[in-house]
């Protein structure tokens, strides 16, 4: 086995200090630029902690979905999915969130720290409606910092060049992937048939 390294001095004795501009990104705030990537993101992954562990969620609409109420609150509906509810539930013991924002063609993300508490209240929600139907719940971010991220990783997967995308069916299918890790209960080519005819139905 390699030697692990589990110290924070020789974590930055390996990697050294970061550089000014690393460090003066970090603000307590959005500022006009960074409230401007996140009313342009149509995507964002939800970190959370909970009692059983960590989760982190995808969480994708039109862009502005994510509403900024003032510099420091984010109003984010929690759109329809599959009532796992992990980060929720998380949210429940332990309030801070970590949201990376993503916009498509742009190889700098929008990372926001803070904290989150959960509200039904019937008018926010219901201002939050698609096609009529409002979520359930909306999720209320006090932002402690926010910072965007640079383009390397983004660059260094290729994320956005048309020429990385593969073919769809290259890969095991939902239904697959469902048979597979239940042990044949669940999925198949019947779950996939019906999950291309169920998903555009159920969005909102």
């Known amino acids: 086995m390699p030697a692990f390294i589990t110290d924070v001095a020789a974590l930055e004795a390996l990697y050294g200090q970061p550089a000014g ?14 409230r401007a990537v996140v009313e342009a993101s149509p995507f964002f ?15 994708g609409d039109g862009p502005g979905f994510v509403r900024v109420a003032d510099e420091r609150t984010l109003l984010v509906p929690d759109r329809r999915g599959n009532n796992r509810i992990d980060s929720l539930r998380n949210l429940i013991h ?9 916009v ?12 989150a508490a959960i509200t039904a209240d019937p008018d926010l929600c219901a201002g939050f409606a698609v096609d009529g139907k409002a979520p359930k719940t909306v999720l209320v971010v006090t932002i402690e910092s926010v910072f965007f991220q640079c383009a390397r990783a983004l660059l260094r997967s290729r994320l956005w060049d048309p020429a990385s995308r ?22 198949g080519e ?9 998903i555009p139905k159920s969005l909102y």
């Open 104 to 115: 498509p063609g742009v190889d700098e993300t929008l990372r926001v720290n803070g904290r």
């Open 94 to 102: 332990d309030p801070r969130v970590a949201l990376l924002f993503l």
């Open 21 to 34: 501009p690393s460090v003066a990104k970090e603000v307590d705030r959005l500022t006009p630029g960074y």
């Open 45 to 59: 992954v939800l970190a959370t902690s909970g009692l059983d562990g960590l989760d982190a969620s995808p969480r």
């Open 166 to 187: 593969i073919d769809r069916k290259s890969l095991p299918s939902t239904g697959a992937l469902l048979a597979e890790a239940s042990a044949g209960r669940e999925g």
């Open 190 to 198: 019947e779950y996939d048939r019906s999950l291309a005819e169920r």
